[in-house]
Nanobody, 115 residues
């Protein structure tokens, strides 16, 4: 089992920045990818960014150039630095971890961007 705990959400004005953190614990040795998804009210959950254990990253087109995903392996933590935030970035952000046989999800952290 893997436990994921997100932090760092909150209310920010458009153009501002936030950094989300996700700490992984438990059976983390076989995690080969981590990332962030988000779900806005009335919409489906969508990919924001992922990073593999080799350091390869993938971003949604809507956040490229504004968001940066990174990891601190010693702390088993994945970060999402979000700059130039827009009202359309408002959503619950979920941390995600992938192992060969299953995926894990955090409970989510709310990001609200005011115009």
């Amino acid at each position: 089992q893997v436990q994921l705990v997100e932090s760092g959400g909150g209310l920010v004005q458009a153009g501002g920045s936030l950094r989300l953190s996700c700490a992984a614990s438990g059976s983390i040795s076989s995690i080969n990818k981590m990332g962030w998804y988000r779900q806005a009210p009335g919409k489906q959950r969508e990919l924001v960014a992922t990073i593999t254990s080799a350091g390869s990253t993938n971003y949604a087109t809507s956040v490229k150039g504004r968001f940066t995903i990174s990891t601190h392996n010693a702390k088993n933590t994945v970060y999402l630095q979000m700059n130039s935030l827009k009202p359309e970035d408002t959503a619950v952000y979920y941390c995600y971890a992938h192992q060969p046989l299953r995926d894990y999800w955090g409970k989510g952290t709310l990001v609200t961007v005011s115009s």
